[in-house]
């Protein structure tokens, strides 16, 4: 589909009135007929595998034809592993406690009045998201679970299976009290679209782009509507001078090895001076026996010699990948100092027996998640017990850290009155 | 002090790098330092009334050679009953209940994790509004005690008595653990130094525009920060089939007459058809008195001679005044239909005496306050028992109707672990 920039407009302006009439209709709809709708979605796409495969299979050459790396090529890729895979998914944002219409507070006034707050959903959502067909079927779960329309946007990369995925999820709706317009695709190909969705600050209420920082910074830039920014993870373990040696090696070794690729990977090592000498060589040679490539601070080279010296900007790098920052500090207060001045307020953890140092760190760092003893990886909404993610937010607008069902909603007031008036 | 565009943007990042480097110091502040604060600026107000009195006549002395209209000079003249009462709005701020630290929630996972979230300030709140100089202390005090920094650009017409407010809350905060620079002023009077503040997403976490509709559109269209939008209130009453007499007549004369210049009065009334005839000419009779002017739809016109007939533009209509548009619908579906086909999502009120309508309207309706049986002007902060009022948001990011302490705070994940790893 090839259009001009008046027709791009309006394509999106129906897009969104759609979107926005549709999330009228949802937003009353019971969490039984809403789950109905996501158990139904799920049963199709497992039995509609072989045409999203078929449909995969021609994003694939097509994308062979353009030369796309093997790694880009393998996120596209659907097989009837991944497919079942996305169904599970769907079954799984079914059996989840659903968010809408919950009342989180109520209190009353002097005056009689019961005053409370119920949860509600946002509206519509825009998600604007790389390669994976399956974070089609998973963010219109959530979104529909949490009683909002959504628009998705995905790479074109995998645009045919997207539309797939998306056909089978509407064919669900039909057959269910959703309105099939609450879940929508953009069958335009055009990059210009995005800005033209970017402008219906009256029909989409939230943008979350999933992928890398440069689509992020592009679509906030450009965007009227408010946008979840989630911009880079450089996460650090502080091991404190009381630190248990074996817990803080075991937590170390898992934060950057077990999946380096992560924003929630630990990049920066952070290590009390008093505890360094019996620390730093052991927990390098095993990093070192891992793959993982060392750059320390000055102290740190002078301590385990044969290692690359860490430049400035290796303080402020999310390397996802095996290589690591090493800084011996005096004390934990040059650790915040190092947090706050290099980090990005994503993930920080500290490891230490020492019950006040415990509770300092935990109050004086704040960044999305803030640990004690345990690995920066649980950083996620599944791990946290959200149930499932939707993006992670690394502004504290909205919602901070992992996103789950709860900020997909806002809260209104609710008012029961006897007849109250003001004086 | 007159500056050229350079300077302008150096400026701006000034205040905007202050801030930040004052809210990091602000953040890990105790309630008792804090409190103790406040209640130094609030004495200090008091102490320094004559210099604030003095600049204020400078203030007024201008605004009267600008020919500013009287309605505007009364906004800006402080005396010493205005200058208590801020202090007093001060010192309440200081009784209030410290938001940050608080663990809202706190769970434990199958692995032994306990997870939690814990309230933190913002970080730098910016605030831009019109022509009262009280919302220099009232802002600035909810945002120290919310544990932000606060940057506060007032109305031109009352810019010496801004500048003379945030000197005197300056100087309590040089005699206390709080910054100096968690509450700055701009100094420039420039139009264009606006522009310069909404670009400093880096170092400002929120922006509240306070003023008219006019003053958030252009905030709001020009901002790289998330904006707090409040946009018009066309609020509703409906008064049901059901509804006992006395209490509709009293709802209803309260919520158009009381104040009908803020947003939570109503501009619409929704009657049922069925007590139309018992309700519609009586109260119509009651509003006429007290001055209101009736914009009736064709039954209301058919029912009460003599009556002026409503426009389609007077269903989305702010009147702001004691004009009032009224319609009789033919069950709750249409008033609610109307809602939200002509509403603002601000509030909205049934007067019932039916269990179930008053359940599904309070479920159906999604704005910011949804009532039974209470006049719309109970949304508000402090009535709804917030304690005080930040502003209100007419958008659902973020916030959604009247902000409090606790909407100045964003949430981060706390995690105390055992040794935990991600397998």
Same mark, same amino acid.
């Given at each position: 589909?090839?259009?001009?920039?008046?027709?791009? +407009? /309006?394509?999106?302006?129906?897009?969104?009135? +759609?979107?926005?009439?549709?999330?009228?209709?949802?937003?009353?709809?019971?969490?039984?007929?809403?789950?109905?709708?996501?158990?139904?979605?799920?049963?199709?796409?497992?039995?509609? $595998?072989?045409?999203?495969? *078929?449909?995969?299979?021609?994003?694939?050459?097509?994308?062979?034809?353009?030369?796309? !790396?093997? *790694?880009?090529?393998?996120?596209?890729?659907?097989? /009837?592993?991944?497919?079942?895979?996305?169904?599970?998914?769907?079954?799984?944002?079914?059996?989840?406690?659903?968010?809408?219409?919950?009342?989180?507070?109520?209190?009353?006034?002097?005056?009689?009045? +019961?005053?409370?707050?119920?949860?509600?959903?946002?509206?519509?959502?825009?998600?604007?998201?790389?390669?994976?067909?399956?974070?089609?079927?998973? *963010?219109?779960?959530?979104?529909?679970?949490?009683?909002?329309?959504?628009?998705?946007?995905?790479? %074109?990369?995998?645009?045919? $299976?997207?539309?797939?995925?998306?056909?089978?999820?509407?064919?669900?709706?039909?057959?269910?009290?959703?309105? +099939?317009?609450?879940?929508?695709?953009?069958?335009?190909?055009?990059?210009?679209?995005?800005?033209?969705?970017?402008?219906?600050?009256?029909?989409?209420?939230?943008?979350?782009?999933?992928?890398?920082?440069?689509?992020?910074?592009?679509?906030?830039?450009? $965007?009227?509507?408010?946008?979840?920014?989630? #911009?880079? =993870?450089?996460?650090?373990?502080?091991?404190?001078?009381?630190?248990?040696?074996?817990?803080?090696?075991?937590?170390?070794?898992?934060?950057?090895?077990?999946?380096?690729?992560?924003?929630?990977?630990?990049?920066?090592?952070?290590?009390?001076?008093?505890?360094?000498?019996?620390?730093?060589?052991?927990?390098?040679?095993? #990093?070192?026996? /891992? =793959?993982?490539?060392?750059?320390?601070?000055?102290?740190?080279?002078?301590?385990?010699?044969?290692?690359?010296?860490?430049?400035? %900007?290796?303080?402020?790098?999310?390397?996802?990948?095996?290589?690591?920052?090493?800084?011996?500090?005096?004390?934990?207060?040059? *650790?915040?100092?190092?947090?706050?001045? #290099? =980090? %990005?307020?994503?993930?920080?953890?500290?490891?230490?027996?020492? #019950?006040?140092?415990?509770?300092?760190?935990?109050?004086?760092?704040? !960044?999305?998640?803030?640990?004690?003893?345990?690995?920066?990886?649980?950083?996620?909404?599944?791990?946290?017990?959200?149930?499932?993610?939707?993006?992670? $937010?690394?502004?504290?607008?909205?919602?901070?850290?992992?996103?789950?069902?709860?900020?997909?909603?806002?809260?209104?007031?609710?008012?029961?009155?006897?007849?109250?008036?003001?004086?």
């Amino acid at each position: 589909m090839s259009v001009d920039a008046p027709s791009l +407009q /309006a394509e999106a302006l129906r897009l969104g009135k +759609q979107a926005k009439a549709a999330a009228r209709r949802l937003a009353p709809l019971s969490t039984a007929e809403k789950n109905r709708a996501l158990l139904l979605m799920a049963d199709k796409l497992e039995a509609r $595998s072989p045409f999203l495969l *078929a449909e995969n299979r021609r994003d694939l050459e097509l994308a062979k034809q353009a030369g796309v !790396s093997k *790694a880009v090529l393998d996120r596209i890729a659907l097989d /009837a592993g991944r497919v079942s895979g996305m169904a599970k998914g769907v079954r799984e944002v079914a059996a989840l406690p659903d968010p809408v219409r919950e009342v989180v507070k109520l209190w009353r006034r002097p005056n009689g009045l +019961q005053v409370g707050r119920m949860r509600i959903p946002l509206g519509v959502i825009g998600i604007i998201y790389e390669a994976r067909p399956n974070v089609t079927a998973d *963010a219109a779960a959530l979104c529909l679970k949490s009683g909002n329309a959504v628009i998705l946007r995905g790479g %074109s990369e995998a645009h045919r $299976s997207n539309q797939a995925v998306a056909a089978v999820l509407r064919e669900a709706c039909a057959e269910s009290a959703v309105p +099939q317009d609450a879940v929508q695709t953009v069958e335009v190909k055009d990059h210009a679209f995005v800005s033209e969705l970017l402008q219906l600050e009256d029909y989409i209420d939230l943008i979350i782009p999933r992928g890398g920082e440069d689509l992020i910074r592009a679509v906030a830039a450009n $965007s009227k509507i408010p946008v979840i920014k989630h #911009y880079k =993870g450089v996460c650090h373990v502080y091991v404190d001078a009381d630190a248990p040696l074996d817990m803080a090696e075991r937590i170390c070794f898992n934060a950057k090895v077990q999946r380096p690729s992560v924003c929630n990977a630990m990049e920066t090592l952070l290590v009390h001076e008093a505890i360094a000498p019996r620390f730093v060589p052991a927990m390098i040679a095993t #990093y070192q026996a /891992a =793959g993982v490539e060392i750059r320390g601070c000055e102290k740190t080279c002078a301590m385990v010699p044969g290692i690359n010296r860490a430049n400035e %900007s290796d303080w402020t790098e999310e390397y996802l990948d095996l290589i690591l920052a090493v800084r011996i500090v005096k004390d934990m207060d040059e *650790a915040i100092d190092h947090i706050e001045r #290099y =980090g %990005s307020e994503h993930t920080e953890s500290i490891v230490t027996g020492n #019950y006040q140092r415990s509770r300092e760190f935990i109050e004086r760092v704040n !960044s999305s998640a803030v640990m004690v003893n345990a690995s920066t990886r649980f950083n996620d909404g599944g791990e946290l017990g959200l149930g499932a993610e939707i993006g992670i $937010s690394t502004s504290k607008i909205h919602a901070f850290g992992p996103m789950g069902l709860e900020e997909l909603t806002t809260t209104k007031f609710i008012v029961f009155g006897d007849g109250q008036i003001r004086e």
